[in-house]
Every structure is written in structure tokens, then in C-alpha cells.
């Protein structure tokens, strides 16, 4: 599996209906589990050296149309790894406050820190994404800060934050029976909501505020993939494996001490 | 084994020589290790469902003596749950903002969120440990420190965050082989500060700082645990036993929805 693939090149356009929602490769299941728990392992020896180098920062952006599988990918990908140096931001509705400043000083607040892993769980471009679809802000507005995403994500990368930025893909039949699940499993009810139905009308409205979004905001610094979803094991292997590549590509290293360790007696 | 066993009852004294360092029950490794396997994945299920119920918190403090374990309980324990629900804080020397505040300041805002899992790497409880111990505040504002303590863990308890607290019980040799360990692994030499050492010979007065908090701060909605730490697998299994305990505790519920889920039907 190669993650170039899976990742738009900077100011190419994007069409989704050109990528697919399911993978139909060669890689098997079970041997995608397999690969999966390797990459797990070396992920968890990775993020405890960001966190022991303390230099740099890995944010990880997740975007998705409703039950794709975000809050999934998040357990199943970051479970497993320190949550001492691992926080995961969701962006709701913004309140009052937030909506007192600009779109992105809400998100500058959350990310993560020199070290850490931050997670994403929707992000600023919901402010190109909702915002665009249902008029929620003025056109020559919205229009502009698609320049200030890519202005704000490279300030973050030249301080030393990688930003990775996933679009789980699914289709507009999967997002059917994934919402019926929801109706259909008591415990899991109260994760519908009558309101995600008018959403799913505006389906070709969203994804096409989507391509707009790939074409103008994937840059070599903060590139957006467009990950397979309906197979919940490759979609969660193709995020571990850009997240390892990502990590691996960051030339961490244990610190140096300013001390020699065999001289110190310990009393 | 009764967790009941390790809580310190409000109000009594608690002489930490009375307490054991290292488990030597019936219990096997063995057996411990399966036991803890089936507590995590019961935290998983409670953790789910207080993410769902939303209306209540949990807010774990560890504290130890330097090297006791804290970050390898954090990581053991709470790594297998989801870290969407689940927030560290690490609380270091304060910054200058920190210190132009009430000690609590920064404390308060980062206790959890409802339906989330806190964890506090060490906590106000610095304030009266380190603190009283290097004489770094006026002893008069020290002393009232510990009815400040418990009326803010009063009031989180009453709006909905329930409040465990941990020690980590080691000895003092133990704590000389785990800084030893610290110097011989050249992985771990990053973890080890000069500064520990002036620390270690204060170890006297820092058990005699902690007893202080147990006696004082050690109430029926936030009880001091004192866990035997050096053996790790001990060590994980008593703190999730609790937090399992605490979260069954909290009458947690799927919230009920306001829709008959068999009467919508998707477009």
C-alpha cells in the first residue's frame, strides 16, 4: 500500500467520485489486521520519542460527512497510544464567545502543544465546509480564508507542528445504513439526530465545498489524504501508516543531557 | 481483594509505614494480569456509556514521590480507553500567570468536562507537598490550604465530577533502583534531573507532608488511596478496580431521545 496514493497534490483539482469509498485492493483483511498491530507498536514507540525530543507537534485534522466514522478512527487509530501526549479536540457548534472572534482563534487555542499528538475531531474547516453550504457567513468572507487555513497551517509547520489532514470518504448508501444502524441499536440512539437528515439532503452541496477545499488547501506542509472508509480496518491502517511515515519523516531524537550518567551517585 | 482496604477513611490518621509498599497477597501475576485485562475492557464499556450519559466526571489525581510510576500507571491504564473522552494534565512548576493567581486557578480549568475521564499528573496537592516542604509560601496561607482543597473537591463533586485520588506507595530503596535505572538506560537518561537528588534527601519530610494530606484531604466524595506501587501489575490493577467501582457508582444511563427511532425513516 502506498499513502501517495491516497493524497491530493497541492493545487490539483479533486473530483470524489474519482476516489474510492471502499478499497478493493489485494491486501486481505486479516493481513491488514496483522500490519495494522505491527504499525500500532512502532507508533507507540515513535509518539513516546516526540514526547521525549519535545520539539515538534503532529496534528492530526479529521473531516467527514456524519457517521463516516470519525469518533471510530479516533478510538481504534490513538487508543492505543499515550494519552499523556495525545489530546483530541472536537469542534461543535461555536458559542457565543467564540463566535465573538475569528474563525481560527478557537483553534489556535487547541493545538497541541511541542511533544504532543493533537486530534481534530471536524476543525476549521467546517468554516469553509458548513459554513459555505448553508450561507452562514458572507460569500466574500468565506471566499478569503481558504488562504488563511493555508497561511495559519504553515505558521503552525514552520514552528515545528506536522499537520496531516484526513477526509474519511464514504458513500451516500453507506451513510444510509450506517444512520439506520443508529435507529436500529437502542445504545446507540441517542447519537442520531432528526437534524442529520436535512444534512444528508445537502449531500452534493457538501462534497463539492469539499473538492473545493482539497484543491485549494493541500499543500506540501499540510496535505489532505481522501481515505477509503466503508472498510473500517484499511481506513484505520492508511491513517496509522501516514501517521508513522509523518513521525518517521521528523528526525526525532531522545534529548541530549547535560550530564555524564556514570558520575552521578545516587544517595 | 477489597479496594476499601487501601482507602484512607475520612478524618483518621495514616502513617505510611503501616502502609505496604509492594503487594505480597494471594494473588498471582498471573492471575492479576487477566483480571486487569477484564477490568480494562469493563472501563472501556463504563467509559462509553459515561461519554453517552454525559451529565457526570471523573477526575483521577496521582501523586508520588519522583519516580514511582505516574506516567507508566497513565499510560497503562488509561492508554486502552478512548482518548476522545479521556484528558491528561500535567502539572509542572507554575508559570509566572499561574503564580499571579489563587492556587487553584489553573486547577480549575482543567478539570474535566462532563461525561469525560480527567487525569491529573500531579495536582494542587503540590501545593501543599513541595510547597510546605521547601517553605516556598508563607506557612499561615499553606495551612489553609487543605480546607480550600476539600471545599473545591466538595463543589466538583456536587456538580458532577467525582473525585479519586492516588498515591503511589514506593519505597526508598525502590526509588534509588528506579533513578539508577534511569541512569543506565541511555533512552532514560532524559527522564533524570540533577535536581532529583536534592529532592530524594528530603524524603523524610515529603512523607511526612503526604501523611498530612490524608489525614486532612481524605473525604467520602474524594478519597486518598494508597496504592502499593513496585509491583506495576498490582499497582494497574488497584487503580482500575477503583475507577470501575467509582464508575459503577454514578447510576450512568444512555440518554433517552425524543424521537420514536422506528417512525424516521432516511431519504
Chains 1, 2 share one sequence.
Not at 514507540?45 to 485534522?61: E, H, N
Amino acid at each position: 500500500m502506498k499513502t501517495s496514493d491516497y493524497k491530493i497534490d497541492s493545487g490539483k483539482s479533486a473530483k470524489l467520485d474519482s476516489f474510492p469509498t471502499r478499497y478493493e485492493g489485494k491486501l486481505t483483511k486479516e493481513e491488514g489486521l496483522k500490519k495494522l498491530a505491527e504499525l500500532t507498536e512502532r507508533l507507540q514507540v515513535l509518539q513516546d520519542l516526540l514526547y521525549a525530543d519535545g520539539r515538534k507537534a503532529i496534528l492530526v485534522v479529521l473531516q467527514a460527512m456524519d457517521a463516516a466514522g470519525k469518533d471510530s478512527t479516533i478510538k481504534k487509530v490513538f487508543g492505543p497510544i499515550n494519552p499523556q501526549g495525545c489530546k483530541v479536540a472536537s469542534f461543535k457548534t461555536p458559542n457565543s464567545t467564540e463566535l465573538a472572534h475569528d474563525f481560527l482563534w478557537r483553534i489556535h487555542q487547541n493545538v497541541p502543544r511541542r511533544g504532543h499528538i493533537g486530534v481534530f475531531n471536524r476543525s476549521h474547516y467546517e468554516d469553509v465546509l458548513i459554513v459555505r453550504v448553508k450561507e452562514l457567513a458572507p460569500k466574500d468572507i468565506v471566499k478569503k480564508r481558504y488562504d488563511h487555513i493555508n497561511n495559519f497551517e504553515a505558521l503552525l509547520h514552520d514552528e515545528g507542528t506536522h499537520v496531516v489532514k484526513f477526509f474519511l470518504h464514504i458513500s451516500r448508501d453507506h451513510q444510509k445504513a450506517q444512520l439506520q444502524e443508529r435507529l436500529d441499536t437502542p445504545e446507540k440512539n441517542w447519537k442520531f439526530s432528526p437534524q442529520d437528515i436535512p444534512e444528508r439532503l445537502r449531500w452534493d452541496d457538501y462534497q463539492k465545498a469539499f473538492e473545493h477545499v482539497f484543491e485549494k488547501c493541500s499543500t506540501p506542509e499540510a496535505p489532505w489524504y481522501i481515505v477509503p472508509a466503508e472498510r473500517k480496518w484499511f481506513r484505520n491502517l492508511l491513517v496509522a501508516q501516514v501517521l508513522v511515515e509523518t513521525l518517521e519523516s521528523m528526525n526525532l531524537e531522545y534529548p541530549k543531557v547535560d550530564f555524564d550518567p556514570r558520575e552521578i551517585k545516587i544517595p
